[in-house]
C-alpha cells in the first residue's frame, strides 16, 4: 500500500519524508489555498518545489473543466516533473481529457469520485489513479470505506489496473480499513500516518527497558 500526503505543506510534506514511508504527494486548489499559494505561476512553482522534497508521485490538478482547458493546463503540468501526476475532476470532459492523456503516455489521477460507477468510468479512460473520498461520504452519513470496498470488488472483475487511491482521509482507522480492503494508495494528513505508530504498550513497554537497563548500569 503507498502512502501519499495530502497536503501542500512543505514543512509536512519533509517531515513525512523524512520518516521514510512516503510514496507521494496529493493537492488540491484548496490545499494550496491553505498554505497562501495563489496564482498560476506560483502554484506551478510550488508543485517542482514539492517534487524536489519527495521521490514518488505529486498529483497536481486542472481548474479547468472544459476540455480544450484540461488539456492546454494537463500538459503544462506534466512538463513540469516527471513525478507530476495530472488531476483530473470527475465530469464528462475529465473522461476525454484522462483518455487523451493516457493515449498520450501522461500520468492521470481522477478526482472527485463518489460512486462505483464513476470508479468504472475512470478504469475504462485509463486513469492511473482513482479518488473515492471517503471522508467526505462518511461526512453525508454514507459509508465511504464501503465505496473503496466495491470498487476492490468491480476492479478485480477485469484486471483494471487503475489504482484506488482512497482520498479524504481524516484519521488513521481510516488508514488501517483500506489497506484492510486492499486500497492500493491512501492519501491523507500527516496525523494519520504518525496515528500508526502509537500503542500505550510501546510506551510502557519502552519505559520499563530503558529504567531496567539503568539499574544494571
Ligand atoms: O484528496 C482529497 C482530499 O483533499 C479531500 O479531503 O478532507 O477535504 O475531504 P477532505
Given at each position: 500500500m503507498k502512502f501519499f500526503i495530502d497536503t501542500a505543506n512543505l514543512a509536512q510534506i519533509k517531515e513525512a519524508q523524512e520518516l521514510g514511508v512516503l510514496d507521494g504527494v496529493t493537492t488540491n486548489p484548496s490545499l494550496m489555498a491553505k498554505e497562501g499559494i495563489t496564482g498560476r505561476n506560483n502554484i506551478l512553482k510550488h508543485y517542482v518545489d514539492i517534487c524536489k522534497i519527495v521521490d514518488g508521485d505529486v498529483s497536481a490538478e486542472v481548474i479547468s473543466t472544459d476540455l480544450k482547458g484540461m488539456i492546454k493546463e494537463g500538459e503544462e503540468?506534466?512538463?513540469?516533473?516527471?513525478?507530476?501526476?495530472?488531476?483530473?475532476?470527475?465530469?464528462?470532459?475529465?473522461?476525454?481529457?484522462?483518455?487523451?492523456?493516457?493515449?498520450?503516455?501522461?500520468?492521470?489521477?481522477?478526482?472527485?469520485?463518489?460512486?462505483?460507477?464513476?470508479a468504472l468510468l475512470a478504469a475504462k479512460a485509463g486513469a492511473t489513479y482513482v479518488s473515492p473520498f471517503i471522508g467526505r461520504l462518511d461526512d453525508i452519513s454514507t459509508d465511504g470505506l464501503n465505496l473503496i470496498s466495491e470498487i476492490r470488488h468491480i476492479y478485480d472483475n477485469y484486471d483494471f489496473q487503475t489504482q484506488i487511491l482512497a482520498a479524504s482521509v481524516r484519521h488513521t482507522m481510516h488508514v488501517i480499513d483500506c489497506a484492510k480492503l486492499g486500497a492500493d494508495v491512501m492519501t491523507g494528513p500527516l496525523s494519520a500516518i504518525e496515528g500508526l505508530l502509537k500503542h500505550p504498550l510501546t510506551d510502557s513497554g519502552l519505559a520499563k527497558f530503558l529504567e531496567d537497563y539503568q539499574k544494571g548500569n
Amino acid at each position: 500500500m503507498k502512502f501519499f500526503i495530502d497536503t501542500a505543506n512543505l514543512a509536512q510534506i519533509k517531515e513525512a519524508q523524512e520518516l521514510g514511508v512516503l510514496d507521494g504527494v496529493t493537492t488540491n486548489p484548496s490545499l494550496m489555498a491553505k498554505e497562501g499559494i495563489t496564482g498560476r505561476n506560483n502554484i506551478l512553482k510550488h508543485y517542482v518545489d514539492i517534487c524536489k522534497i519527495v521521490d514518488g508521485d505529486v498529483s497536481a490538478e486542472v481548474i479547468s473543466t472544459d476540455l480544450k482547458g484540461m488539456i492546454k493546463e494537463g500538459e503544462e503540468l506534466a512538463e513540469l516533473n516527471e513525478q507530476i501526476v495530472v488531476k483530473v475532476p470527475m465530469i464528462k470532459d475529465g473522461i476525454k481529457a484522462i483518455k487523451y492523456f493516457t493515449d498520450k503516455g501522461i500520468r492521470t489521477n481522477c478526482t472527485l469520485v463518489f460512486s462505483c460507477g464513476q470508479a468504472l468510468l475512470a478504469a475504462k479512460a485509463g486513469a492511473t489513479y482513482v479518488s473515492p473520498f471517503i471522508g467526505r461520504l462518511d461526512d453525508i452519513s454514507t459509508d465511504g470505506l464501503n465505496l473503496i470496498s466495491e470498487i476492490r470488488h468491480i476492479y478485480d472483475n477485469y484486471d483494471f489496473q487503475t489504482q484506488i487511491l482512497a482520498a479524504s482521509v481524516r484519521h488513521t482507522m481510516h488508514v488501517i480499513d483500506c489497506a484492510k480492503l486492499g486500497a492500493d494508495v491512501m492519501t491523507g494528513p500527516l496525523s494519520a500516518i504518525e496515528g500508526l505508530l502509537k500503542h500505550p504498550l510501546t510506551d510502557s513497554g519502552l519505559a520499563k527497558f530503558l529504567e531496567d537497563y539503568q539499574k544494571g548500569n
